[in-house]
């Protein structure tokens, strides 16, 4: 199934699409709008690119970065340094990744990744300081009620000042909102909230400031985009808790719309996600949209190209509305070609389509860029001149 998901008309190697651009799109013969508009362009690199169409609209743009590739692939190091204005690594910044002892950090991921964008003059985003998963397996044996606040506020302590200066922002805390756990304030019943309860927010946000005080600190978060019941709740939930934060001067920034979304969702994007962002504006928070893909597990059809003009058209449906908002700064879309997507290990566990591989980022399996691509691109242009 996989060789399905590739494009048989054109022969072309990674290497000779990144030198001729999009021109390898148009060999495709995708009878759609988007591809047509993707065919017509000689290139995607320097004022084609993301970033330079981000740039003329005032935001950041970029991706979330697997080390292994960035070590090991030179098209996947190339297309982020013609692509990204941002990066922000899917691993090398969690627990898991930089503890393998309670007493032993290990930077060698981490370092890599800072170093690499700091050669090629692109910014970092830290992701995440405080999470429930991503968690060494010595945790739940060794972190206690007693020694919890030790243990994070060393962690940022340690991790964030190793990177002071380097960073433009971090994610403390992520997802600590689930009201389905019945926890006063809608909280997540996650291994920090059982031994420091709510506290461990204002800890790790006042740890971080601390370690590094030019910090843009962000609060990030899912589930807020759809006009649904449940989105709609979790919208309420979570704006009560940012305005308690702010309330208690806890040194928050930013407010991250984690911004998985779906192709062929029932529900729709508008309203909601609207005034859910102003009302993050009117407390002075920034916007960052900060973990965009989109999941395809509700499409039924299996035509690809069918299938990825719905996919670049639920991308441009979405980034019409968030950024139409002007605090919405960043944009990182989580991964760069579609082999490597996160999605294609069953995230929502009720997969409609097992095994068909997900066509859920801008560049397939080949690194050739897709209506998805284009469709990014367009939003940007959509939005007013910043």
């Given amino acids: 199934m996989k060789d399905h998901?590739?494009?048989?008309?054109?022969?072309?190697?990674?290497?000779?699409?990144?030198?001729?651009?999009?021109?390898?799109?148009?060999?495709?013969?995708l009878s759609t709008p988007l591809a047509w508009a993707a065919a017509s362009d000689a290139d995607i690199t320097g004022r084609n690119s993301l970033k330079a169409h981000a740039h003329k609209h005032g935001l950041l743009t970029g991706f979330a970065v697997n080390v292994h590739l960035l070590r090991t692939d030179p098209v996947y190091t190339r297309i982020l340094t013609e692509q990204a204005s941002i990066l922000v690594p899917e691993l090398a910044l969690k627990?898991?990744?930089?503890?393998?002892?309670?007493?032993?950090?290990?930077?060698?991921?981490?370092?890599?990744?800072?170093?690499?964008?700091?050669?090629?003059?692109?910014?970092?985003?830290?992701?995440?300081?405080?999470?429930?998963?991503?968690?060494?397996?010595?945790?739940?044996?060794?972190?206690?009620?007693?020694n919890a606040r030790h243990f994070l506020e060393e962690h940022i302590a340690t991790v964030v000042g190793r990177y002071k200066g380097k960073m433009q922002s971090w994610d403390v805390v992520n997802e600590a909102i689930l009201p389905k756990d019945k926890q006063p304030g809608g909280f997540r019943d996650s291994p920090w909230?059982?031994?420091?309860?709510?506290?461990?927010?204002?800890?790790?946000?006042?740890?971080?400031?601390?370690?590094?005080?030019?910090?843009?600190?962000?609060?990030?978060?899912?589930?807020?985009?759809?006009?649904?019941?449940?989105?709609?709740e979790r919208r309420k939930v979570i704006l009560e808790f940012l305005r308690s934060l702010k309330t208690k001067g806890v040194p928050l920034d930013a407010v991250g719309i984690q911004s998985h979304i779906k192709a062929?969702?029932?529900?729709?994007?508008?309203?909601?996600?609207?005034?859910?962002?102003?009302?993050?504006?009117?407390?002075?928070?920034?916007?960052?949209?900060?973990?965009?893909?989109?999941?395809?597990?509700?499409?039924?059809?299996?035509?690809v190209a069918k299938r990825d003009e719905t996919i670049a058209a639920t991308y441009r449906d979405f980034l019409n509305v968030a950024l139409a908002e002007p605090s919405?700064?960043?944009?990182?879309?989580?991964?760069?070609?579609?082999?490597?997507?996160w999605l294609n290990d069953g995230p929502t566990h009720h997969r409609k389509q097992p095994n068909r591989p997900q066509r859920s980022l801008p560049f397939d399996n080949d690194y050739r860029p897709k209506p998805a691509f284009f469709a990014i691109r367009d939003a940007f242009d959509h939005r007013a001149k910043a």
């Fill in 5 to 29: 998901a590739r494009n048989s008309s054109s022969n072309l190697t990674r290497r000779d699409l990144l030198r001729t651009g999009s021109a390898a799109l148009a060999a495709s013969v």
């Fill in 193 to 232: 909230y059982k031994r420091l309860g709510p506290e461990y927010i204002d800890i790790a946000f006042r740890a971080a400031r601390q370690a590094d005080p030019k910090l843009i600190l962000t609060y990030n978060d899912y589930g807020v985009e759809y006009d649904n019941e449940e989105d709609g």
């Fill in 328 to 341: 919405v700064k960043d944009l990182l879309i989580w991964g760069v070609g579609d082999s490597h997507t």
């Fill in 264 to 303: 062929g969702s029932p529900s729709t994007i508008g309203k909601g996600l609207r005034e859910y962002m102003a009302a993050v504006r009117e407390m002075g928070l920034q916007i960052y949209l900060t973990e965009l893909d989109v999941n395809e597990d509700d499409l039924a059809y299996n035509d």
């Fill in 95 to 146: 627990w898991v990744a930089l503890r393998p002892a309670p007493d032993k950090f290990d930077f060698t991921d981490a370092d890599t990744f800072v170093d690499f964008a700091h050669k090629h003059k692109i910014k970092l985003r830290g992701h995440t300081l405080a999470w429930h998963e991503s968690i060494p397996s010595w945790f739940e044996a060794t972190v206690t009620k007693e």
